[in-house]
Structures are given as structure tokens and as C-alpha cells.
């Protein structure tokens, strides 16, 4: 059966960090798989991740990149805005729209370009950026749920449908 929305109760860190890894494997899983691919149009795998503050995005995302294979250190890009990884032949970018006000800002940065069908976008505050952003397969809200947290993961895509299918029988 197709899955279009699944929510997850997240305890602790340790179940944020297992939902990481599972996504990962999911993702990886489907970049590898050209049918499921081509169901889209050559756009690239997008994440995007909303959630107050402390919500546990950038958790999520350090997990995830992890169980990519990501070795070095993975800071937070509220600064820098844009943080990359290159795991073998595949890209991540991981973005913080937290500070981000002027619309100008995104096309002279060239985000756009990010969102190649070797890459892997990883937005927190998408909202911020609102408009601006294609549609992701996967959209994820996070929440403060009894002392740990609550993630609801939305698909929004076929390929999206797809890995949130996978990832509810895993
Ligand atoms: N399931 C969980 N239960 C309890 N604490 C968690 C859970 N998952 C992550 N945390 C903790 O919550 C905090 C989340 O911080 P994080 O920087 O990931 O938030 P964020 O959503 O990225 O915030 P910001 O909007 O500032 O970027 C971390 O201290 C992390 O250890
Ligand atoms: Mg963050």
C-alpha cells in the first residue's frame, strides 16, 4: 500500500538518530534505482525540514549524513547558510533558511542549481524561502512531544510516496 503521510514519535536522540539512518538508507536505495528515478524528472532528491527551533532538524540531518557516510565533522549551516558533503559519486546540501530574507538572495547564490539528480537537498526553514523552493518528495514537520520530540513526514512526490512506503516497513 502507498503511504502519503506517517508519523513517528521520536522519545530521544537515539530514535531521532535511527529515523536519520533509515531515511538514509531509503534514499540511497532509491538514487541507485533508475525506474524509481525516472519517475521524476531529473530533479534532484529534496528533503525539507520544518520545526521550531531545537525541534531537532539539524539532529535529524547530522544522522542522516552519517549513515551516508559522511565522516568529518557536520556543523549546523545557520551560519554559512550552505553546508556540502560528498559521499562517492552523490551530493548533499544542507541549507538553513533561518537568516534568510531577501528573495534576491537566492537567485544570486544560485541555490537553484543545487537541485541536480545527483544531489540530495536537505532545507530547514524551507518556509523562509517560501515560493521559492520546488516541491520536496519528502517534507518533515518536528515537534517538542513529552520531553522528546514527534516528527509527521509528509510525501509530497512519487519518489516521495515511495520512500515514505519503504521507510513505514522497515
Ligand atoms: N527525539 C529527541 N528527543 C529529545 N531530544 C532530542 C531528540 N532529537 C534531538 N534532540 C535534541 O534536541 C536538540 C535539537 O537541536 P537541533 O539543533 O537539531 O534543532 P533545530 O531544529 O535544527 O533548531 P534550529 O531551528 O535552531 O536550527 C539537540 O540538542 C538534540 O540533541
Ligand atoms: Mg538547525
Redesign the pocket.
Known amino acids: 500500500m502507498s503511504t502519503a503521510e506517517l508519523t513517528l514519535d521520536?522519545?530521544?536522540?537515539q530514535?531521532?538518530d535511527a529515523l536519520g539512518s533509515r531515511l538514509s538508507q531509503v534514499i540511497l536505495a532509491s538514487l541507485k534505482n533508475k525506474q524509481i528515478n525516472e519517475l521524476e524528472t531529473g530533479a534532484g532528491a529534496a528533503i525539507y525540514?520544518r520545526?521550531?527551533?531545537?525541534?531537532?532538524?539539524?539532529?535529524?540531518v547530522?544522522a542522516l549524513l552519517r549513515a551516508a557516510g559522511v565522516t568529518g565533522r557536520i556543523k549546523?549551516p545557520?551560519y554559512a547558510l550552505l553546508e556540502s558533503y560528498k559521499v562517492s559519486s552523490l551530493y548533499f546540501y544542507h541549507i538553513?533558511f533561518?537568516r534568510f530574507n531577501d528573495s534576491s538572495e537566492w537567485q544570486d547564490a544560485g541555490f537553484r542549481e543545487l537541485f541536480r539528480p545527483d544531489a540530495v537537498v536537505l532545507i530547514?526553514?524551507p518556509e523562509k524561502a517560501d515560493g521559492q523552493l520546488p516541491a520536496p518528495d519528502l517534507l518533515i514537520d518536528?515537534s517538542y512531544k513529552d520531553?522528546?520530540?514527534a516528527a509527521r513526514i509528509e510525501a509530497q512526490t512519487k519518489r516521495g510516496v515511495a520512500w515514505l512506503t519503504t521507510l513505514s516497513e522497515m
Not at 51 to 60: E, I
Open positions: 521520536l522519545p530521544d536522540e530514535a531521532t525540514l520545526g521550531d527551533l531545537g525541534a531537532g532538524k539539524t539532529a535529524l547530522r549546523s545557520s538553513d533561518y530547514e526553514w518536528l520531553g522528546g520530540r
